[in-house]
């Protein structure tokens, strides 16, 4: 989802300033840790569902680098106010695209259809297909 890159971000600008690195650290770990075990695994695209849920588990991180990512940027007095109005648009306009996305995959019969047509289970490269994606289907009608 697009609006991961925000907290990733915020870490990695703010890290000097990061209220609680360690934690940070192991949250950072916890993620790279829970990435490399899915895509080590068979069937790391998770078959016939709509999105990434196998990494449903990395969700409470993301929390702890946003938070912690957050502080450190409200915190920030040296950024001018068109700088900090940059920032939050683009973590708006981040939060907005994953809303969207996952509407797709809550309303549109296709995109839920997308790994049925060509099971994606047996066709697993449909995955990095760029010309009929699953969050598009909805769009290219299934």
Not at 14 to 26: F, N, S, T
Not at 40 to 57: E, I, T
Not at 80 to 97: D, E, F, H, Q
């Amino acid at each position: 989802m697009p609006i991961v890159l925000m907290p990733v971000y915020l870490t990695l600008r703010y890290w000097q300033e990061l209220p609680q690195r360690r934690l940070v650290l192991l949250a950072l770990a916890a993620v790279a840790v829970q990435i490399v075990m899915t895509a080590s695994w068979d069937g790391w695209w998770g078959g016939g569902a709509y999105g990434p849920r196998l990494l449903m588990d990395t969700i409470p991180w993301f929390v702890v680098l946003a938070v912690s990512g957050f502080t450190a940027f409200l915190n920030d007095h040296r950024l001018t106010m068109p700088k900090r109005a940059a920032v939050i648009s683009v973590g708006l306009l981040l939060l907005t695209l994953s809303v969207a996305m996952n509407a797709v995959g809550a309303m549109s019969v296709s995109a839920n259809r997308w790994s049925i047509k060509r099971s994606v289970d047996t066709n697993p490269q449909r995955v990095w297909d760029w010309e009929h994606p699953q969050f598009l289907a909805w769009a290219q009608d299934g």
